[in-house]
């Protein structure tokens, strides 16, 4: 890796018959590099440009001989975040979830997740589906928490290439007594007490639905979505989202939640209906005489 404003050098080192000579020429992405006809490539002044993937052709004329050696690619150092800035172009993808976590009042909590891209993605982290504002780092960090620290926290991230949100991480606040036992704030129950429940809605095709459950409890709170009594596997959440709705979406949607003391509680049915969209008037066109 190289530092913006910094100096990158390639080389390659051949040998053949001393009856023959070796020719060069260097490549970036699959373009000859015009002038950079010898066995050393140099770039000063390293830029973002810079990044790309590079390779050297040789060639021994008389021999009617060419081979490329394998492809080197310029990694870019960017001093003020640690990163590394890459020639690929990927759409981050979380290698490192966050995890739910009971805690007791006063403590410190981090929060941490892992994500790969390139460009490095940017940061985003939510709590109760809400922005937090100033929360752009990888890790977040609660101080001496409180009881009003609760709830449902995820993390979003995102590059020029595409973006995706973190499971959600459920954080439950306890307090400790003056001896040393830890107890579950008294006001919360063993098992799950749902306090928002999802909402029937009409929406037209294409339209994007949000569902929402929310739950209590003494103990960290899992969610499941079901449509119609089946389970919809790749919604874990308290917030179900659906980006363009059509027929297929139409039906009864519930939530179970539940702790992992194997107590659960159902949410209210929310009846989703599906209308299609209205067509547009005609435009009446002009008159003739």
Same mark, same amino acid.
């Given at each position: 890796?190289?530092?913006?404003?910094?100096?990158?050098?390639?080389?390659?080192?051949?040998?053949?018959?001393?009856?023959?000579?070796?020719?060069?020429?260097?490549?970036?992405?699959?373009?000859?590099?015009?002038?950079?006809?010898?066995?050393?490539?140099?770039?000063?002044?390293?830029?973002?440009?810079?990044?790309?993937?590079?390779?050297?052709?040789?060639?021994?004329?008389?021999?009617?001989?060419?081979?490329?050696?394998?492809?080197?690619?310029?990694?870019?150092?960017?001093?003020?975040?640690?990163?590394?800035?890459?020639?690929?172009?990927?759409?981050?993808?979380?290698?490192?979830?966050?995890?739910?976590?009971?805690?007791?009042? =006063? %403590?410190?909590?981090? @929060?941490?997740?892992? $994500?790969?891209?390139?460009? *490095?993605?940017? /940061?985003? &982290? !939510? #709590?109760? +589906?809400?922005?937090?504002?100033?929360?752009?780092?990888?890790?977040?960090?609660?101080?001496?928490?409180?009881?009003?620290?609760?709830?449902?926290?995820?993390?979003?991230?995102?590059?020029?290439?595409?973006?995706?949100?973190?499971?959600?991480?459920?954080?439950?606040?306890?307090?400790?007594?003056?001896?040393?036992?830890?107890?579950?704030?008294?006001?919360?129950?063993?098992?799950?007490?749902?306090?928002?429940?999802?909402?029937?809605?009409?929406?037209?095709? =294409? %339209?994007?639905?949000? @569902?929402?459950?929310? $739950?209590?409890?003494?103990? *960290?709170?899992? /969610?499941? &979505? !079901? #449509?119609? +009594?089946?389970?919809?596997?790749?919604?874990?959440?308290?917030?179900?989202?659906?980006?363009?709705?059509?027929?297929?979406?139409?039906?009864?949607?519930?939530?179970?939640?539940?702790?992992?003391?194997?107590?659960?509680?159902?949410?209210?049915?929310?009846?989703?209906?599906?209308?299609?969209?209205?067509?547009?008037?005609?435009?009446?066109?002009?008159?003739?005489?």
């Amino acid at each position: 890796p190289t530092a913006i404003g910094g100096t990158a050098m390639f080389y390659v080192e051949a040998r053949c018959d001393y009856r023959y000579s070796i020719a060069y020429q260097w490549f970036r992405n699959k373009q000859r590099i015009k002038g950079e006809t010898g066995p050393k490539l140099r770039i000063e002044n390293v830029t973002m440009e810079d990044r790309a993937q590079y390779t050297c052709r040789l060639s021994i004329k008389e021999q009617n001989f060419h081979k490329f050696t394998n492809w080197c690619e310029l990694l870019i150092l960017d001093s003020s975040s640690g990163e590394y800035w890459s020639a690929k172009t990927e759409a981050p993808v979380i290698v490192n979830q966050p995890r739910s976590k009971t805690i007791c009042v =006063g %403590s410190t909590i981090r @929060l941490i997740l892992n $994500a790969e891209g390139s460009p *490095p993605p940017a /940061y985003q &982290w !939510y #709590k109760n +589906g809400v922005l937090i504002v100033g929360s752009i780092r990888r890790e977040l960090e609660l101080k001496n928490v409180d009881f009003a620290d609760m709830g449902s926290y995820c993390c979003a991230v995102s590059n020029q290439h595409g973006g995706c949100f973190s499971n959600t991480a459920e954080i439950q606040v306890i307090e400790q007594t003056s001896d040393n036992h830890v107890s579950a704030q008294t006001s919360l129950p063993s098992i799950p007490l749902i306090q928002v429940h999802p909402q029937s809605k009409q929406l037209y095709d =294409g %339209s994007a639905l949000h @569902l929402e459950c929310r $739950a209590i409890s003494a103990y *960290p709170i899992q /969610y499941e &979505w !079901y #449509k119609d +009594g089946r389970i919809l596997t790749h919604q874990r959440g308290p917030l179900l989202n659906i980006s363009a709705v059509n027929s297929f979406h139409a039906g009864q949607y519930s939530c179970r939640t539940f702790t992992t003391e194997g107590m659960d509680s159902l949410s209210q049915l929310a009846q989703v209906t599906v209308l299609a969209k209205p067509s547009a008037p005609p435009t009446q066109g002009p008159n003739l005489i």
